[in-house]
């Protein structure tokens, strides 16, 4: 099966229905929150966090199996039930309502796959294997996560606070690229890696001057910014849903 990688934005308020109460149903419904999401929880059972999750009433949850209607209105649908039986009414639903679906472990239901997701702030990096091997999408997530610490977070922070005016003061396009290739093929990630944020924005300014640094927050901030993103990353994934990759 080849596949074509997307990326899904404007979910704000769209509705989410999700199916099944299990540790993977939670995962995903983590995400669809953080993107906004209007999400619809349909189980009999659910885990202790989504439960919390809808006495916070940050989702809907209702506890029962799927009827007739459920996905009336909604956006795209994620299936976290083991059994192919049930998913078939849920899958002939979908695509008379048109909304998007995803089945999990079980390709021939779903119109999008949802790989394993590596988050580091504005980073995102999504990895599948077309369905054959969720497990090792699971792995090479948790590579990735050991290699790539809250210093790209911050990184990215710092390059979004440039893009305009760096865009004012190098109308050129092939200066402007040369000066952010110049930033990525730097130290300044080893020096924000190394919480020596003082120096990385001495660094900056080096490449692409005081006018344009000026736009940078202080080391302060970079400091405050650097321990959000650590204490966001704290929890590894890896470690506490290993027991639930999918084989």
Same mark, same amino acid.
């Given at each position: ?5 997307? !990326?899904?934005? %404007? ?21 669809? /929150? ?12 659910? &885990?202790?966090? /989504?439960?919390?999750?809808? #006495? ?8 029962? %199996? ?8 909604? !956006?795209?649908?994620? +299936? ?6 049930? &998913? ?14 995803? =089945?999990?472990?079980? +390709? ?5 796959? =949802? ?54 003061? $190098?109308?050129? !396009?092939?200066? @402007?690229? *040369? @000066?952010? $290739?110049? /930033? ?8 924000? @890696?190394?919480?020596?944020?003082? *120096? ?20 302060? &901030?970079?400091? #405050? ?7 966001? $990353? ?14």
């Amino acid at each position: 099966m080849r596949v074509y990688p997307i !990326f899904l934005n %404007n979910l704000d308020g769209r509705r989410c229905v999700v199916f099944g109460g299990t540790h993977e149903a939670e995962r995903k419904v983590a995400d669809l /929150l953080a993107c906004g999401a209007d999400v619809v929880l349909i189980s009999e059972t659910a &885990t202790p966090q /989504l439960q919390q999750w809808a #006495r916070e009433g940050r989702l809907t949850w209702h506890a029962r %199996n799927y009827q007739p209607g459920d996905l009336k209105g909604a !956006f795209l649908t994620i +299936v976290a039930i083991p059994d192919p039986q049930a &998913t078939e009414p849920i899958w002939q639903e979908a695509q008379r309502e048109r909304v998007l679906i995803n =089945a999990m472990d079980d +390709v021939p239901h779903c119109t999008f796959v =949802a790989g394993a997701v590596v988050r580091r702030g504005p980073l995102v990096i999504a990895i599948s294997t077309s369905g054959q091997s969720p497990a090792l999408a699971v792995r090479l997530r948790e590579m990735l996560e050991q290699h790539l610490g809250p210093e790209y977070a911050l990184f990215l922070d710092l390059m979004g606070a440039l893009r305009l005016p760096m865009a004012t003061h $190098y109308p050129d !396009f092939g200066e @402007r690229k *040369a @000066r952010w $290739y110049a /930033l990525v093929d730097s130290n300044v990630l080893d020096l924000l @890696r190394q919480q020596r944020f003082a *120096a990385a924005r001495t660094r900056i300014s080096e490449l692409v001057g005081e006018p344009v640094a000026a736009a940078l927050p202080d080391p302060d &901030t970079m400091a #405050r910014l650097f321990a959000h993103y650590q204490d966001e $990353y704290a929890w590894s994934p890896s470690s506490n849903l290993n027991a639930h990759a999918p084989p």
